[in-house]
């Protein structure tokens, strides 16, 4: 959008100023040119490639302090030169955290040098005169481009998203190069059919890394393909991303099956592809979207978990990449993203959200409930002989179900979401061959008060506590007169075997403070979940 842009680029600038600082300028070491990864001491082949190519963007954009900056230049060059020392005689990169002669390193890089060689294409056509660093600069990035064909083409991919990666590079490369014949290498990738259900999701459910991947592979084949069919996977997507926003502003990521499973993540990445969807389809609801996702980001200056601020600076690529971004601006509506109720057999999970409280219900997964009041969250889990994992999730008039066994314990359990009150009731049956004693566990992901009548007392994440009987409140406090209260209300009533309930649950979780409800099974049980 033409409006974020200025101060995308100042972002930027303030990045490459610590790129620039970073880079390995000793000629006797056999890191000149790269990048060391502070935390593994060694700097990955193809971040030359990949970092080389940010640093020409600016040197290519006349918004930017560093257009036409002799020094950025050399540095981008060199950096070109460390991972070319690094490419094997297969033209593949390996990617020395855990992939080997990886053709998809090479692709990865393949969609950063593309867009910076167009950029600087235009620039040297439009200056006066080119200088021989330019023209040093231009053939290093083709030379690049011409190996990544034979690094990529018949050599495979490892994950899910790797085809489309390859796919979109390889369009990349058969426009820049001219070489209609890898269309048919291409259309290989695509015959083997596309991984996104028709809620939206793609078959490694990665909300914040390889989602976002798929999207741009996507976005990449529609406009260099000229096949614009592809963009409803990316539109789909995208809206069912929406109904992963939680009440504290992050993304749900329990049920992602990579390396952000779990992770506390907001939606600054996300920002690119809804700017440049909603220009690509004219859908005001995504520039509405993109919008409030820059607003988020203004009021973190600071990052959040290696994400903020400095994020929304991504998009640099895009810019200098398509003219439409930054000449033109696009309107927005107005989109409700806090209230959906969403469900999605194919991914095991239910979403709800009702402004600020949210349930989440999934099967697959050992923590298979979550509740959540603005900035303060339970988790559940259930522990017979061991935690069970529901296999099936379902949907009744009242609201979801899942099921699951340990191999000992069996329990059928129902949850009803009631909207008017932001209130859950979690309903519990088990069955097993003799009496046996389970727990429900509830994890709070904040320290905070937990008060009764029998009890008042302060929580410590990492410890834990068994509630014989009745309701209690917790309270998570963001300053001294600013608390959430969370009240939990139950029929758990047993006390015979709240020894061995702890003692089968220790460890507990690092991140949170555990509450026990106990009984032993065959029983039925409930729990209400209410905000106070």
């Given at each position: 959008m033409k409006r974020h842009m200025l101060q995308n680029i100042q972002r930027n600038d303030?990045?490459?100023?610590?790129?620039?600082?970073?880079?390995?300028?000793?000629?006797?070491?056999?890191?000149?040119?790269?990048?060391?990864?502070?935390?593994?001491?060694?700097?990955?082949?193809?971040?030359?490639?990949?970092?080389?190519?940010?640093?020409?963007?600016?040197?290519?954009?006349?918004?930017?302090?560093?257009?036409?900056?002799?020094?950025?230049?050399?540095?981008?060059y060199i950096g070109f030169k460390f991972s070319f020392r690094f490419l094997h005689a297969d033209n593949t990169y390996d990617l020395?955290?855990?992939?080997?002669?990886?053709?998809?390193?090479?692709?990865?890089?393949?969609?950063?040098?593309?867009?910076?060689?167009?950029?600087l294409k235009r620039h040297m056509e439009s200056s006066p005169s080119i200088k021989e660093m330019e023209i040093d600069v231009y053939n290093i990035m083709i030379e690049f481009l011409t190996k990544a064909t034979d690094?990529?083409?018949?050599?495979?991919f490892h994950t899910p998203n790797h085809r489309w990666v390859n796919a979109s590079a390889l369009a990349y490369l058969m426009n820049i190069l001219d070489m209609p014949e890898l269309q048919d290498e291409i259309d290989k990738y695509l015959a083997e059919g596309i991984d996104c259900d028709e809620s939206g999701e793609y078959a490694e459910r990665s909300i914040s890394i390889y989602n976002l991947t798929n999207?741009?592979?996507?976005?990449?084949?529609?406009?260099?393909?000229?096949?614009?069919?592809?963009?409803?996977?990316?539109?789909?997507?995208?809206?069912m991303t929406l109904n992963y926003l939680e009440p504290d502003g992050s993304i749900f990521t329990l049920n992602s099956t990579r390396q952000d499973f779990g992770v506390k993540t907001y939606p600054f990445l996300l920002y690119e592809e809804y700017m440049i969807m909603a220009h690509l389809t004219n859908n005001k609801d995504f520039a509405y979207v993109a919008e409030c996702f820059y607003n988020m980001s203004n009021r973190s200056r600071y990052d959040l978990n290696n994400q903020g601020y400095y994020t929304i600076g991504v998009p640099l690529f895009k810019y200098m990449e398509?003219?439409?971004?930054?000449?033109?601006?696009m309107e927005a509506t107005p989109f409700d993203m806090t209230k959906y109720n969403s469900y999605q057999p194919g991914s095991n999970i239910a979403r709800v959200r009702n402004g600020e409280t949210s349930m989440t219900v999934l099967a697959e997964q050992?923590?298979?409930?979550?509740?959540?009041?603005?900035?303060?969250?339970i988790h559940t889990k259930f522990m017979g002989r061991s935690y069970l994992v529901p296999k099936t999730i379902g949907r009744t008039e009242k609201g979801y179900t899942l099921s699951g066994t340990d191999g000992y314990v069996t329990a059928d359990m129902e949850f009803t979401y009631r909207e008017e009150d932001n209130e859950v009731d979690i309903e519990i049956e088990t069955k097993c061959p003799s009496?046996?004693?389970?727990?429900?566990?509830?994890?709070?992901?904040?320290?905070?008060?937990?008060?009764?009548?029998?009890?008042?007392?302060?929580?410590?994440?990492k410890e834990n506590i068994l509630v014989k009987k009745?309701?209690?409140?917790?309270?998570?406090?963001?300053?001294?007169?600013?608390?959430?209260?969370?009240?939990?209300?139950?029929?758990?009533?047993?006390?015979?075997?709240?020894?061995?309930?702890?003692?089968?649950?220790?460890?507990?979780?690092?991140?949170?403070?555990?509450?026990l409800l106990s009984g032993v099974a065959p029983y039925k049980k409930k729990v209400t979940i209410k905000v106070v």
């Amino acid at each position: 959008m033409k409006r974020h842009m200025l101060q995308n680029i100042q972002r930027n600038d303030e990045s490459i100023e610590l790129i620039m600082a970073g880079q390995c300028l000793d000629k006797n070491s056999y890191m000149y040119g790269g990048w060391m990864d502070p935390d593994c001491g060694y700097s990955e082949p193809c971040r030359g490639t990949g970092l080389g190519s940010n640093l020409m963007l600016h040197y290519c954009c006349a918004y930017s302090k560093f257009y036409n900056n002799d020094d950025l230049l050399f540095k981008a060059y060199i950096g070109f030169k460390f991972s070319f020392r690094f490419l094997h005689a297969d033209n593949t990169y390996d990617l020395m955290c855990t992939n080997y002669h990886d053709p998809t390193s090479v692709a990865f890089n393949v969609r950063l040098v593309a867009p910076a060689l167009k950029a600087l294409k235009r620039h040297m056509e439009s200056s006066p005169s080119i200088k021989e660093m330019e023209i040093d600069v231009y053939n290093i990035m083709i030379e690049f481009l011409t190996k990544a064909t034979d690094g990529i083409v018949g050599r495979g991919f490892h994950t899910p998203n790797h085809r489309w990666v390859n796919a979109s590079a390889l369009a990349y490369l058969m426009n820049i190069l001219d070489m209609p014949e890898l269309q048919d290498e291409i259309d290989k990738y695509l015959a083997e059919g596309i991984d996104c259900d028709e809620s939206g999701e793609y078959a490694e459910r990665s909300i914040s890394i390889y989602n976002l991947t798929n999207n741009e592979s996507f976005i990449i084949l529609a406009l260099e393909l000229k096949r614009p069919e592809f963009l409803e996977y990316v539109n789909r997507n995208l809206y069912m991303t929406l109904n992963y926003l939680e009440p504290d502003g992050s993304i749900f990521t329990l049920n992602s099956t990579r390396q952000d499973f779990g992770v506390k993540t907001y939606p600054f990445l996300l920002y690119e592809e809804y700017m440049i969807m909603a220009h690509l389809t004219n859908n005001k609801d995504f520039a509405y979207v993109a919008e409030c996702f820059y607003n988020m980001s203004n009021r973190s200056r600071y990052d959040l978990n290696n994400q903020g601020y400095y994020t929304i600076g991504v998009p640099l690529f895009k810019y200098m990449e398509h003219d439409f971004l930054r000449l033109e601006d696009m309107e927005a509506t107005p989109f409700d993203m806090t209230k959906y109720n969403s469900y999605q057999p194919g991914s095991n999970i239910a979403r709800v959200r009702n402004g600020e409280t949210s349930m989440t219900v999934l099967a697959e997964q050992p923590i298979f409930f979550k509740y959540e009041y603005r900035f303060l969250a339970i988790h559940t889990k259930f522990m017979g002989r061991s935690y069970l994992v529901p296999k099936t999730i379902g949907r009744t008039e009242k609201g979801y179900t899942l099921s699951g066994t340990d191999g000992y314990v069996t329990a059928d359990m129902e949850f009803t979401y009631r909207e008017e009150d932001n209130e859950v009731d979690i309903e519990i049956e088990t069955k097993c061959p003799s009496a046996y004693p389970c727990s429900l566990l509830l994890l709070f992901d904040h320290e905070g008060l937990m008060t009764s009548d029998d009890f008042n007392f302060r929580t410590k994440l990492k410890e834990n506590i068994l509630v014989k009987k009745g309701s209690f409140e917790y309270s998570h406090f963001l300053a001294l007169s600013l608390f959430y209260t969370i009240k939990i209300e139950s029929d758990f009533d047993e006390t015979a075997s709240c020894q061995q309930c702890l003692e089968n649950a220790l460890p507990t979780d690092k991140n949170a403070f555990t509450v026990l409800l106990s009984g032993v099974a065959p029983y039925k049980k409930k729990v209400t979940i209410k905000v106070v």
